[in-house]
């Protein structure tokens, strides 16, 4: 850059223009980078050379100009460890904010693929850029998503994390109501729904709203298998969601109150493995759920070599010592091991924590009120999760309130030529995906 602007100084091709038109005639001549940004103030011109830009001043303009020839150290383009798939697109979003929208621009090639960048945090400055496609997206979601991004007030942006916190809906619940991936066709998928999404410089994952319940149960492996291979893996999904909130609360309960709902010869066995346990169901519960928390998070911690054999190992080794101590039975082993991997097969990490969060709720109550405690647990939770909004559309769509068309692709995901229209719950200005055959 600094070579051909010596060399069009010496040129004397632009000897008769002023200050401002020699500036013009630089950036639209001369410089060859990509991006080069006009400045008015100080302040723009401390935040573009503290961001990497070098500053081209000019004696007698009142404009600088700003260049970007800053490069960048960082991670390559690799598969996400978090979200992999057997069968689709290995890359994962990196931490530099252009090659994200980079790779959205790879996949939807469109002129109205839009992308609005905001800086947010009064030290950091970290560039944010809200995605949409202009012509299917929903005026009042967008509408929304840029009026709380405009209210937060931080001095640091570090995550994605700080603005989820920031803008997420204020309704006290433990479910998210902003989906977070980094998988780059997640995020095209979900614009091409009609849904808005968030990109924070720094970090390789990125958010999506409006966010639905069942969007959870979802993964974008779904889409790049056969239907009906993709249906039973997501009924699977539902069924695995159901075994991780309900077993252990379900064991207690039978164990506890209701004796007389197990066949004979199981409740003889039960009763044998539980004649020299000193506990009851109850605490015998929660000793070998906290436990197995405790080694989940410590294998997550440690370094990856050894963090997998010592799960492994210590799973093994602390379940098998606590059942010939006689501190728990062999049965409540197996409640919790069916607990744990079914908690495993839900594609979004976010969510197994909500259940492992709720489980201990469920787990009170079937303690103290039985089947009927459950019960009312489970009424309580339905309720709740009516009850919330993401930016606006029921969290519960297309569930409730009841959407028909939409069932299409909830529980179960039909062929992609029945799928004729996008969701209805995010009111979008284009329905119609594709046409009729």
């Not at 390559?76 to 890359?91: A, D, K, Y």
């Not at 379900?250 to 164990?255: E, G, K």
């Not at 003889?268 to 109850?282: I, M």
Request: overall charge negative; charged content about 20%; aromatic content about 8%.
């Amino acid at each position: 850059m600094i070579d051909s602007l010596l060399s069009s100084s010496k040129s004397g091709e632009q000897q008769d223009l002023n200050a401002e038109e020699l500036l013009d005639y630089f950036k639209n001549v001369v410089i060859s980078s990509g991006v080069v940004k006009n400045l008015e103030n100080m302040e723009e011109l401390f935040d573009a050379l503290l961001s990497g830009y070098s500053i081209l001043l000019l004696e007698g303009c009142q404009r600088v100009l700003a260049i970007g020839t800053k490069e960048l150290t960082a991670r390559t383009v690799e598969e996400p460890n978090v979200q992999s798939v057997v069968r689709g697109p290995r890359e994962g979003f990196t931490e530099v904010l252009h090659w994200n929208t980079a790779m959205l621009h790879r996949k939807i090639k469109d002129r109205n693929l839009w992308m609005e960048t905001i800086n947010i945090g009064r030290v950091t400055k970290t560039d944010v850029v809200v995605a949409y496609v202009k012509n299917i997206v929903s005026e009042d979601v967008l509408v929304e998503v840029r009026h709380r991004l405009s209210l937060i007030d931080i001095d640091a942006v570090l995550e994605s994390n700080y603005i989820e916190e920031q803008i997420e809906d204020k309704q006290n619940t433990p479910f998210s109501t902003i989906f977070n991936t980094e998988r780059p066709d997640v995020i095209a998928a979900g614009l091409m729904e009609g849904r808005v999404a968030i990109l924070v410089d720094g970090t390789p994952f990125a958010l999506l709203v409006p966010t639905l319940f069942t969007q959870f149960f979802q993964s974008s492996e779904d889409y790049y298998q056969p239907a009906i291979f993709s249906s039973l893996i997501r009924l699977l999904r539902f069924l695995s969601f159901g075994l991780a909130l309900l077993t252990p609360s379900f064991y207690i309960a039978v164990s506890t109150f209701h004796q007389e709902m197990l066949p004979t010869t199981l409740l003889y066995n039960l009763a044998s493995q539980r004649e020299g346990v000193p506990f009851p169901a109850f605490i015998e519960a929660i000793m070998m759920e906290v436990t197995f928390e405790i080694l989940r998070e410590a294998s997550v911690r440690m370094p990856r070599t050894v963090g997998q054999s010592i799960s492994i190992v210590g799973t093994l080794v602390i379940g098998q010592a606590a059942v010939e101590a006689g501190l728990v039975s062999a049965a409540m082993v197996i409640v919790v091991s069916i607990t744990a991997i079914s908690n495993f097969v839900l594609p979004a990490f976010n969510l197994g924590i909500t259940i492992r969060i709720i489980r201990f709720l469920l787990m009170m109550l079937a303690a103290t009120f039985g089947l009927f405690g459950i019960f009312v647990g489970i009424i309580a939770l339905v309720v709740h999760l009516c009850g919330i909004s993401s930016f606006g559309v029921p969290y519960m769509s297309p569930l409730a309130p009841f959407h028909l068309t939409d069932q299409k692709d909830t529980m179960v995901r039909f062929s992609f030529p029945n799928m004729i229209t996008r969701p209805k719950a995010f009111r979008q200005k284009n329905l119609v995906r594709q046409k009729r055959r």
